[in-house]
């Protein structure tokens, strides 16, 4: 059975930092492409960040470049989305997701072209 589990949301003050986690189980992560997303309240699930499988390449959403970086320690198992210089339009649940797709194009990306998703955690930024 797959089962990603999200977690390392909270509340936060502007500026601050935040380390999100993506752990699996029944898939190993590492043989594919993972994205996050952020899905703010009464808005589409939009794609921030994420990496290939093959070459390891990071892509970043144009609102996170410079902030947000994503990586992967395959011994764990485990995606990392670290966050930092938060601002109150971070604010949503982010959700990891196993894909084939990671490229330049991040931003054009549909959530139903992911397969396996994690629960979801919730980040909120305060002014």
């Known amino acids: 059975q797959v089962q990603l589990v999200d977690s390392g949301g909270a509340l936060v003050q502007a500026g601050g930092s935040l380390r999100l986690s993506c752990a699996a189980s029944g898939v190993t992560l590492e043989n594919y492409a993972i994205g996050w997303f952020r899905q703010a309240p009464g808005k589409e699930r939009e794609p921030i960040s994420c990496?290939?499988?093959?070459?390891?390449?990071?892509y970043n959403a144009d609102s996170v470049k410079g902030r947000f970086t994503i990586s992967r320690d395959n011994a764990k198992n485990t995606v990392y989305l670290q966050m930092n210089s938060l601002k109150p339009e971070d604010t949503g649940v982010y959700y990891c997701a196993t894909g084939d797709l990671c490229g330049p194009a991040i931003a054009t990306y549909s959530r139903y072209q992911f397969d396996y998703w994690g629960q979801g955690t919730q980040v909120t930024v305060s002014p």
């Open positions: 990496i290939k499988s093959s070459d390891q390449n990071t």
